[in-house]
Nanobody, 123 residues
């Protein structure tokens, strides 16, 4: 199995930037990884995903052009660079992983989850 843990959340002003990190341990080979978020009072939603090879990425329309997902397999870490943040980006952000060659955007298709990191964007 693989374990993941998020870090890098915090408070940022609207228009600012933040980079989240997700450190993976255990059997990390061949994992697809994704970021989800849960705004206050709302359901968990897909943000971005990256394949094991980093050859495929996919973004929710709400973050496309502002967020970038990347991974460094040598460091067993996936990143979410968030630019031009908006108050509506405020949420608990979760890193998720599972074993597949491609990408999945459905939460239930990921078996391994971090504890989440809070991102708050003030206006």
């Amino acid at each position: 199995q693989v374990q993941v843990a998020e870090s890098g959340g915090g408070l940022v002003q609207a228009g600012g930037s933040l980079r989240l990190s997700c450190a993976a341990s255990g059997r990390t080979f061949s994992t697809a990884m994704a970021w989800f978020r849960q705004p206050p009072g709302k359901e968990r939603e897909f943000v971005a995903a990256v394949s094991w090879s980093a050859g495929s990425t996919y973004y929710a329309d709400s973050v496309k052009g502002r967020f970038t997902i990347s991974r460094d397999n040598a460091k067993n870490t996936v990143y979410l660079q968030m630019n031009t943040l908006r108050p509506e980006d405020t949420a608990v952000y979760y890193c998720a992983a599972d074993y597949r060659s491609g990408i999945a955007v459905i939460p239930h298709l990921y078996r391994y989850w971090g504890q989440g990191t809070q991102v708050t964007v003030s206006s």
